[in-house]
Nanobody
Framework: QVQLEESGGGLVQAGASLRLSCAAS????????MGWFRQAPGKEREFVAT????????RYADSMKGRFIISRDNNKNTVLLQMNNLKPEDTAVYYC??????????????????WGQGTQVTVSS
């Protein structure tokens, strides 16, 4: 069983930056591909970014490319999401997710076995 806990959300103005963190426990962290997803009110859960087990490969949703950066520290069992130039449409609950089955994970939320509780990000205009 893997436990994930997100932190770092908050209320910011458009153009600001936030860094989300996800702490993992319960399994060797380097055996997990990791991802970030988000869900806005009334919308489906949306892929944000994913990073491979050793951090050598990452992938982003088109709307986040150039603004968001995913990284991981396997010594600290954490995955980070640096979010820059935030926009009001980035407002959502952000979730950390873990995929124990693939070295390089996917954009499909059903491929992730473990999820955190989420952290709220609100961007005001």
């Amino acid at each position: 069983q893997v436990q994930l806990e997100e932190s770092g959300g908050g209320l910011v103005q458009a153009g600001a930056s936030l860094r989300l963190s996800c702490a993992a426990s319960g399994r060797t962290f380097s055996s997990l591909a990791m991802g970030w997803f988000r869900q806005a009110p009334g919308k489906e859960r949306e892929f944000v970014a994913t990073i491979s087990r050793l951090g050598s490969n990452s992938r982003y949703a088109d709307s986040m490319k150039g603004r968001f950066i995913i990284s991981r520290d396997n010594n600290k069992n954490t995955v980070l999401l640096q979010m820059n130039n935030l926009k009001p449409e980035d407002t959502a609950v952000y979730y950390c997710a873990a995929d124990p089955n693939r070295q390089y994970s996917t954009t499909n939320p059903t491929d992730y076995n473990y999820w955190g509780q989420g952290t709220q990000v609100t961007v005001s205009s």
